[in-house]
């Protein structure tokens, strides 16, 4: 029975939830290579962390554009998205700054703050794509900026990697604020995560 249902389930997967899963897997693999650098500091695994958030973007655009081709959008295929999503350009890209050594209290909070935006952001889409369709089948805009903008963070953070700039050769250095470290790079998750948040900034979904 359980197996009928399992079988079910794959035969009701389209094309694009597939690419939908290997953005999935992409941000669970660079979760891997973050775990394998702290264990083993080359920063080849790093690279390869960042690359693989960079291929979960290429899935992520791939599967939207598959979707509407094959006119096979669901609201399966839309919760997929969402919970990939947040594994790839949430958790995945703050995993990233902690290894390279955005590792303080204050970066963690901070660290914390961007992905709880970047899942609230993805909550209110969810609720209010509709509405930002105005009738069509497409979102005309986004509010706030998409989560997957957060791949400029990777770059930023794999160019540090590419010239030795991590760990206590962070990029601006390192600031203590009363007994606790900050990492004044780390504020770019910052920024990005209210960015992700704002209501009033719009920006046209291509």
């Not at 264990?39 to 599967?63: G, K, R, Y």
């Not at 992905?115 to 993805?122: D, F, H, K, P, Y």
């Not at 509405?131 to 986004?142: C, E, H, I, N, R």
Request: charged residues 10%; neutral net charge.
């Amino acid at each position: 029975m359980k197996q009928g249902v399992h079988l079910s389930m794959i035969r009701s997967f389209h094309l694009a939830d597939w690419l939908t899963l290997g953005n999935a897997c992409c941000g669970v693999g660079a979760l891997f290579s973050v775990m394998t650098y702290l264990q083993a500091p080359n920063v080849v695994h790093l690279l390869f962390a960042c690359a693989l958030v960079a291929l979960a973007f290429v899935f992520d655009i791939l599967d939207g554009r598959v979707a509407r081709w094959r006119q096979q959008t669901s609201a399966l295929g839309q919760e997929l998205d969402s919970l990939a999503d947040v594994i790839s350009f949430g958790v995945a890209p703050a995993a990233i700054a902690y290894g390279v050594g955005m590792d303080g209290l204050w970066d963690r909070v901070i660290l914390l703050y961007f992905v709880a935006c970047g899942v609230s952001r993805l909550a209110r889409y969810n609720i209010t794509a509709a509405t930002l369709a105005q009738g069509s089948d497409k979102v005309k805009y986004f509010e706030g900026t998409p989560i997957p903008s957060s791949l400029l963070l990777v770059i930023v953070i794999a160019i540090a990697a590419g010239y030795g700039a991590i760990g206590d050769s962070l990029w601006l250095g390192m600031i203590h604020i009363g007994p606790w470290q900050l990492h004044p790079l780390v504020l770019m998750f910052a920024v990005s995560g209210t960015l992700m948040i704002s209501r009033t900034l719009h920006i046209p979904k291509l």
